[in-house]
Structures are given as structure tokens and as C-alpha cells.
């Protein structure tokens, strides 16, 4: 692959999109796991949703 190949933008579902994707989906549902746990309320009910 060329220089100019690989400094080209890349869309759609490349390995690398789907593996920050997934990694990003994993914090947050770690995030959504701790605030249930210091709140004692679901994220719906925490952010006023429900």
C-alpha cells in the first residue's frame, strides 16, 4: 500500500471503526453500570427520562 493510500479517509465499516465502536460502546456501558450503582436508580430514571 502506498503512502498516499493509507492517508486517504476511510468510511463505513472498516476493522478499525468497529473496534473503536465497540470499545466505546463498552465505557459506556461501564459508565451506565457504576452510575446505577452510586445512584441506586437506572440511567432513565437518572437523567430525568422516565
Not at 6 to 21: D, Q, R, V
Not at 32 to 40: F, Q, R, S
Request: aromatic share 10%.
Amino acid at each position: 500500500m502506498s503512502n498516499q493510500e493509507s492517508n486517504e479517509a476511510k468510511f463505513g465499516f472498516t476493522p478499525k471503526a468497529e473496534n473503536l465502536n465497540g470499545r466505546l460502546a463498552m465505557i459506556g456501558f461501564i459508565a451506565a453500570l457504576v452510575t446505577e450503582y452510586i445512584t441506586g436508580q437506572g440511567v432513565l430514571h437518572f437523567l430525568g427520562l422516565m
